[in-house]
């Protein structure tokens, strides 16, 4: 089993800044990829952001540019700084990882991300 642990968010105004983490223990033999997804009121989920092992990453099209997504493999950490923020930004972020085959999320948790004046 793999607990997921977050931190983090807040409220914060339009064009600033917040940095996320999300560490990752348990039963973890090699972390595969590591992300994020979020989901506003009202919204489906969203993906957000993913870094492989090997440090690559990809990002949906509404934060290139803006958010930087990082991992500490020796930590099992995931990291996401968020610059620029919008108010449509708003939404609760869940960080997943993949230690293959399976996927754990921290679903049921997140940490709430607030932009606005």
């Known amino acids: 089993q793999v607990q997921l642990v977050e931190s983090g968010g807040g409220l914060v105004q339009p064009g600033g800044s917040l940095r996320l983490s999300c560490a990752a223990s348990?039963?973890?033999?090699?972390?595969?990829?590591m992300g994020w997804y979020r989901q506003a009121p009202g919204n489906q989920s969203e993906f957000v952001a993913t870094v492989t092992s090997g440090g690559s990453t990809n990002y949906a099209d509404s934060v290139k540019g803006r958010f930087t997504i990082s991992g500490d493999n020796a930590k099992n950490t995931v990291y996401l700084k968020m610059n620029n923020l919008k108010p449509e930004d708003t939404a609760v972020y869940y960080c997943l990882v993949v230690v293959a085959p399976e996927i754990y999320s921290s679903w049921g948790q997140g940490t709430q991300v607030t932009v606005s004046s």
């Open positions: 348990g039963s973890i033999a090699s972390i595969n990829v």
